[in-house]
């Protein structure tokens, strides 16, 4: 009884220092029972085709939650009894047994643990159908969250973190109880001064060229990328991860020896450290730095992680977007004997079309040699594509308004690549000659090449496919030929389901073109002879006879909204975790700190001044790390849209902004406590 | 005109149900280049005596004046920057900032005084020669002995000329021959700056150095002795205070170790 009451006292007169730790703890756990109240509701998604991708995509973000977590709970933890050391060693000076002290930090971690689980508990119940509504607006779509109450959710948190805070308490009892008496009196090392070694200086311009390199080559890669054609197509590769290495090694470098070696230079320069407190403020910057090394690395790769991450998402959405718009403009298209059914399909089901158009395509056998933008995109190309007219082209104008127009004649052809959609601007591109198989067209030269494929990449072989005149098309004797109907009608949730029904009934009806080897490849290349074989063989190249696009946008829809949601609230986590310990480790210092500025005051120092250097020191230690890590996450970003050519970083920057924003909260508090910590009472 | 002059001062700590009574009523004046010692009993007051005086503190009531100003009513601000300017501190525990190193522990006070760094690296110089730090500049006060400790401390005091200094139990941590060079640093300090020193200390062979001791009991001024003849008969005089001082029937702790 005894035992419970000390913890419970001690508990509440630390409230102060455990207030954040609990706060960031509560709302861990809200989360994290958010999403477990989320994926555990079946009624919410049993309507939705993807309900078993965001069952999962929430359940197993919340493993990794509960490892973030747990990761962040045995850091706090042991930090905790670091702080309270000299309490423990006292208590076994006046007797008290080893194992009695340990049951006292169980039952006060417990007691923490405890609130901490009641209030995330209670936030999360409170809160949960705001998560849903949130999640539901952001896959767009139609349901109606009603009153959120899973009861299997509640038992699973609480069993989870009960089981947590046992394995915690016990850890940190067993740890208590094997310190021995000495160590624990050893007043804690605070004031330790690092002395600047000639290795250390010399690590620390290490430290600071490899980032000055990556963010070079970051910045500059498509210009240094020719000069590693030695390593092939894997430069792409490889440049990426050694600038990754350097951007590793050269953040930890930097925090451990390059920002010391920076301050001791300010130190020298009597110029600028001979101002008023400047002196003090640099040398505790540095020790303060010092100790923060590793937390500091830390939140600098995990919040360039989680922005890079989540911007990439953003440029993968785009491009995803885009490379829908290339393979399936059109709402639907099928091959020209299924249309009727089709038809009657949409009339049966009030799906008014808007415009339909037939077109015609040929698949011929097709060899051009071409040079992209990084060399490794394109190379040579042969084997089967397919031709459209010039007719049909300007006839799918009237759907694909975007659609570029142009006038051929018969010796010229428009190139129609699928890849350049994902693979960025052909630069540097010269005439380029096709030699086609067909023996009435040897030879055309490619006019334009392009990413807007006329009824869409997905009916055309090998996502390759030529533009010819009408006079060409007409005298090209193809290895096979198509004819498609194109429907087009508003994208709606019931003409989602429409198509979907459509694709599933007609899932097996494809064209198969089954090549044919003849004679021996010249050395990788191949050549084909095509003919049209219809649902015979499993064959090479294939198309399926009807496409749709709602389908497809919805599960883009369902599959980037479920990201952004996931990752938004794990960054969440992250930054309040990171938050919480580096102002933990700054408040832990305070107290000790307390003789030194009494000094400065006695030194004739005003209140005001010592408050200043106080909020610049505690500045910077919370937004060093932040702003270095935008800053990788930028030139990783950078690289990143070399690749996929599409930027949109709103989410990243509201994800940043935020994380500042709360950073910034941190280091107000954490400035305001640690004035009145250290103003003499 | 006198550079302290504190009147009917006193202290009061603590609330309603538990006041403490620190200093009751002192008056006292030290004139310009005196080296004044102030010796007690151990609670006897001494140091709140010297926080008052050093504005450190505030007294509960009466009125302090510094070099003719009344700073007692002084704001914060003010006062800092009079401490910054005016007045000079040693402590027992030396109070260096383990983070700097010795040359910037001695150059501080400057720089907070906003001096250039011309100025800044003479006043260095010469305080260096003075009290034979030049081989310990880079060092850190970690690395040092107590007694090159208490110099740096020292030389930071005086590197400003304060016209007062205050040094409370400068010799403590030290052991008998640092504690004697010290000693016959400030001597110089106060003969030839003219510095004038005040020194809180209850070692009676420290405060034979003073040319003037107070002796404080129970926060109230109790007896003054002035030095008249040599070093060694003013310690004799100070022996025989302290016993009159323990004689009257309370534990003097450490200030009277043979009562």
Redesign the interface.
Same mark, same amino acid.
């Given at each position: 009884m005894v035992l419970l009451r000390l913890a419970f006292k001690n508990a509440r007169q630390n409230f102060n220092r455990y207030f954040v730790y609990v706060f960031a703890c509560a709302l861990a756990i809200t989360i994290y029972f958010a999403f477990n109240a989320l994926a555990l509701t079946p009624y919410l998604w049993h309507t939705l085709p993807d309900a078993e991708m965001i069952k999962n995509g929430l359940l197993s973000t919340n493993a990794f939650i509960l490892i973030f977590i747990v990761a962040f709970m045995f850091y706090a933890n042991l930090f905790f009894v670091q702080q309270q050391r000299r309490e423990i060693a006292l208590f076994n000076l006046l007797g008290v047994s080893r194992w009695r002290i340990s049951g006292y930090f169980f039952l006060e971690n417990l007691l923490l643990g405890l609130l901490s689980l009641i209030l995330g508990l209670l936030l999360g119940i409170l809160l949960a159908k705001l998560f849903a509504l949130l999640l539901v607006k952001l896959i767009g779509a139609s349901i109606s969250v009603g009153l959120l109450f899973s009861g299997a959710a509640i038992g699973q948190t609480i069993g989870t973190f009960l089981l947590v805070y046992i394995f915690l308490a016990l850890f940190d009892a067993g740890l208590i109880a094997h310190y021995p008496l000495a160590i624990l009196f050893r007043q804690p090392v605070t004031?330790k001064?690092v002395?600047i070694t000639f290795w250390r200086y010399l690590l620390g311009l290490l430290g600071l060229a490899l980032l000055a390199s990556a963010y070079g080559m970051a910045q500059f890669y498509t210009e240094i990328l020719p000069h590693f054609k030695f390593l092939g197509a894997a430069a792409a590769i490889i440049v990426p991860l050694l600038i990754l290495v350097f951007v590793l090694v050269g953040t930890f470098l930097f925090y451990r020896f390059s920002l010391l070696a920076l301050l001791m230079q300010l130190?020298h320069w009597? $110029?600028f450290?001979? %101002?008023?407190?400047?002196?003090?403020t640099l040398?505790?910057l540095?020790?303060r730095l010092h100790r923060h090394v590793n937390i500091s690395w830390l939140v600098t790769i995990l919040a360039a992680i989680t922005l890079t991450v989540l911007g990439s998402i953003t440029m993968i959405y785009t491009a995803s977007y885009d490379g829908l718009n290339t393979d399936q403009p059109l709402a639907l298209t099928v091959d020209r004997q299924l249309a009727p059914a089709v038809a009657q399909h949409l009339t049966k089901h009030q799906l008014t079309v808007q415009q339909k158009q037939p077109a015609t395509f040929k698949v011929t056998g097709a060899q051009f040699k071409l040079d992209s933008l990084l060399g490794f995109h394109y190379g040579a190309f042969t084997g089967p594509l397919t031709v459209i007219s010039q007719q049909d082209y300007q006839a799918a104008r009237r759907l694909q308004p975007n659609l570029p127009a142009f006038r051929l004649n018969d010796q010229q052809v428009i190139l129609l690549l699928r890849k350049l959609a994902y693979a960025g601007q052909t630069k540097r591109q010269q005439v380029v000659t096709l030699r086609l198989t067909a023996t009435t067209v040897k030879q055309l030269k490619v006019k334009q090449v392009s990413a807007a494929f006329p009824y869409g990449a997905n009916n055309y072989v090998n996502g390759t496919g030529l533009v010819v005149s009408d006079a060409v098309f007409q005298r090209l004797n193809a290895n096979a030929q198509t004819h498609l109907m194109a429907f087009q009608f508003a994208g709606s949730h019931h003409s989602e389901q429409v198509s979907q029904q459509l694709i599933d009934r007609y899932q097996q009806h494809y064209h198969y073109f089954d090549p044919q080897k003849t004679g021996q490849p010249p050395k990788n290349l191949h050549t084909f002879q095509l003919s049209k074989v219809h649902r015979t063989t499993a064959a090479q190249h294939n198309l399926p006879m009807l496409q749709a696009r709602y389908p497809a946008t919805r599960w883009l829809r369902t599959l980037f909204g479920l990201d952004f949601y996931i990752i938004g609230f794990f960054s969440l986590i992250f930054i309040m975790a990171t938050g919480s310990i580096i102002m933990l480790k700054q408040l832990a210092e305070a107290s000790g700190k307390r003789? /030194?500025y009494a000094?400065l005051?006695?030194?004739?120092?005003? /209140? $005001?001044e010592i408050n200043h250097t106080i909020y610049l020191q505690t500045g910077i230690a919370f937004l060093l790390p932040i702003t270095l890590g935008v800053i990788n996450a930028y030139f990783a970003l950078h690289i990143l849209n070399i690749w996929l050519n599409q930027l949109d970083l709103t989410f990243a920057y509201l994800l940043g902004a935020i994380y500042l924003a709360v950073y910034i909260v941190y280091w107000w508090l954490t400035a305001k406590i640690y004035c009145r910590m250290i103003t003499p009472t | 005109m006198p550079l302290i002059d504190v009147q009917d001062v006193h202290k009061v700590y603590g609330h309603r149900a538990n006041l403490v009574t620190a200093v009751a009523g002192v008056s006292l004046q030290v004139l310009q280049g005196e080296f004044v010692g102030i010796m007690g009993p151990s609670g006897a007051g001494k140091t709140t005596l010297l926080n008052l005086m050093?504005t450190?503190d505030r007294p509960t009531s009466g009125q302090i004046f510094l070099n003719q100003k009344n700073v007692t009513y002084m704001k914060?601000?003010a006062l800092?920057?009079? %401490? %910054?300017?005016q007045?000079g501190?040693i402590f027992q525990d030396f109070?260096l900032?383990?983070?700097?190193t010795v040359r910037?522990n001695l150059?501080?006070?400057?720089?907070?005084?906003?001096?250039s760094?011309v100025a800044?690296?003479q006043a260095l110089q010469k305080i260096v020669g003075i009290l034979g730090l030049n081989s310990l500049l880079n060092r850190?006060p970690?690395d040092i002995s107590p007694g090159q400790k208490q110099r740096v401390a020292c030389g930071r005091a005086i590197i400003t000329q304060p016209h007062l200094l205050f040094a409370d139990e400068p010799t403590g941590s030290l052991d008998s021959k640092a504690a004697t060079e010290l000693l016959r640093y400030l001597t110089i300090i106060n003969a030839k700056a003219g510095t004038t020193v005040v020194m809180v200390t209850h070692d009676a062979f420290t405060a034979s150095y003073c040319r003037r001791i107070l002796f404080i009991k129970d926060g109230q001024l109790f007896a003054e002795i002035v030095r008249q003849g040599s070093r060694q008969s003013f310690f004799q005089q100070v022996i025989d205070m302290q016993a009159t001082i323990g004689g009257g029937g309370r534990t003097n702790g450490a200030s009277a170790p043979g009562f």
């Open positions: 004031d001064v002395p130190r009597y $110029r450290s001979y %101002r008023k407190i400047r002196l003090f040398a505790n540095s020790q003789q /030194q000094l005051i006695k030194l004739g120092i005003s /209140q $005001r | 050093s450190i914060n601000a800092a920057k009079f %401490r %910054r300017e007045l501190f109070n900032l383990a983070a700097l910037e150059v501080l006070p400057l720089t907070l005084a906003g001096y760094v800044i690296n850190y970690d």
